[in-house]
């Protein structure tokens, strides 16, 4: 059974930084791209950023270029997200996805987890 | 940027047909996939490439995508399929793009 389980959510200060963690179990990790969903409240789906398995490929969403840094560790099945410099617009569930494919893009999700808040509020 | 454009809402009686489309430009030429979130969950993948079901998804789910349109279809539809539904896809100048989603309402 694919687990994804994320972690390192909190309340934060704007301007500060929090780095989330995503164990996944299940499957061969280093197999498949991953990626970074997130939802503010009562808000839709965005994309924040993906990683192909081998770390060879790495994209993310224009609101967060610069800030965030996603990277994984195959030896350890996790996936990480280093979010810098957060601002309260940043405020919301992020979602750990497997990617359907071993490439970065040009896939879908077939697995999520449960999700781990990020509030930036002072 | 690429864009994705479905309805807010959506109802339907129990028993009927639901369509919930997302437009996008030239949408036709992409490979679209579907997503289901109820309430407190997370997202839970119901079509992908267009019209291929996941195991264990019920065949009254089903898609379709041809020109600026791509559209899910829950036939018989039933209590347990009000949720938010949400399309997707992959742009090479906007990388992965979500549409706004719609929340299915069951009458």
């Known amino acids: 059974e694919v687990q994804l389980v994320e972690s390192g959510g909190g309340l934060v200060q704007p301007g500060r930084s929090l780095r989330l963690s995503c164990a996944a179990s299940?499957?061969?990790?280093?197999?498949?791209?991953m990626d970074w969903v997130r939802q503010a409240p009562g808000k839709g789906l965005e994309w924040v950023s993906g990683?192909?398995?081998?770390?060879?490929?790495?994209g993310y969403a224009d609101s967060v270029k610069g800030r965030f840094t996603i990277s994984r560790d195959n030896a350890k099945n996790s996936l990480y997200l280093q979010m810098n410099s957060l601002r309260a617009e940043d405020t919301a569930l992020y979602y750990c996805a497997k990617g359907s494919a071993a490439g970065y893009g040009q896939d879908y999700f077939d697995y999520w987890g449960q999700g781990t808040l990020v509030t930036v509020s002072s | 940027s690429y864009v994705l454009t479905q309805p807010p809402s959506v109802s339907v009686a129990p028993g009927k047909t639901a369509r919930i489309t997302c437009g996008g430009n030239n949408i036709g030429s992409k490979s679209v996939h579907w997503y289901q979130q109820k309430p407190g969950q997370a997202p839970v993948l119901v079509i992908y490439?267009?019209?291929d079901r996941p195991s264990g998804i019920p065949e009254r789910f089903s898609g379709s995508n041809s020109g600026n349109t791509a559209t899910l279809t829950i036939s018989r539809v039933e209590a347990g399929d009000e949720a938010d539904y949400y399309c997707?896809?992959?742009?090479?100048?906007?990388?992965?793009?979500f549409g706004g989603g719609t929340k299915l309402t069951v009458l």
């Open positions: 490439y267009d019209s």
């Open positions: 299940g499957f061969t990790f280093d197999d498949y791209a």
């Open positions: 990683i192909s398995w081998n770390s060879g490929s790495i």
């Open positions: 997707q896809v992959w742009d090479s100048s906007s990388d992965q793009v």
